[in-house]
């Protein structure tokens, strides 16, 4: 293992960290960018499984960053990934606790966060085209996607029932076709 490809893994993950705010689903797609695009670290199928195996741990897109780490560089590159991807923010939310309990209620606050929603709402949905993109794979895929997606919306069906239903349906579709 070198020690160059473990100072990758810090640098980007570290960037991904600071400028990967809106939480964690906003953090997807600079991290495809640095790991699939910009290092061939993975390939666009191995990142979407590792954000999928994220998704069963508590803070599913920071711990995948773990994961990637793992593949990259081995035990070393787990822990310098996932201490990289929290630093940036554990820092700045240590630095700016007072400051931001003194203006919170502040209307220039306010208007500030009401401008950076979009840019995470945009982000969201770019990580979940990204993401889906190399995963789909027949009309059938994506008419399932379709009505997990107008019933999460129209009908704010439990996610569990959601993701137990399209596993059914997924299931039952690979003993049809």
């Known amino acids: 293992m070198s020690m160059l490809i473990v100072y990758q893994l810090a640098h980007s993950f570290l960037k991904v960290g600071f400028f990967g705010f809106g ?3 906003a953090m997807i797609p600079l991290m495809q960018r640095m790991v699939v695009h910009q290092n061939n670290w993975l390939s ?5 499984a590792a954000i999928a195996l994220g998704q069963v741990t508590p803070g599913p897109v920071a711990i995948s960053a773990t994961f990637i780490g793992y593949k990259v560089a081995g035990l070393t590159g787990a822990v310098v990934a ?3 991807i929290f630093t940036p923010s554990l820092l700045v939310m240590y630095l700016i606790e007072k400051f931001y309990l003194k203006v919170r209620e502040k209307e220039i606050t306010q208007a500030v966060l009401h ?5 995470v709402v945009v982000l969201m949905l770019q990580a979940a085209i990204s993401l889906g993109r190399p995963t789909v794979h ?3 895929q994506i008419l399932v996607i379709v009505m997990v997606a107008a019933l999460a919306i129209t009908r704010k069906v439990s996610y569990g029932l959601l993701v137990a239903g399209s596993t059914a349906v997924g299931a039952l579709m690979s003993f049809w076709l």
């Open 23 to 25: 939480g964690g689903f």
């Open 82 to 84: 996932t201490v990289a």
């Open 44 to 48: 666009a199928s191995q990142f979407a």
């Open 138 to 140: 027949s009309f059938w």
């Open 115 to 119: 401008g950076i929603l979009p840019v």
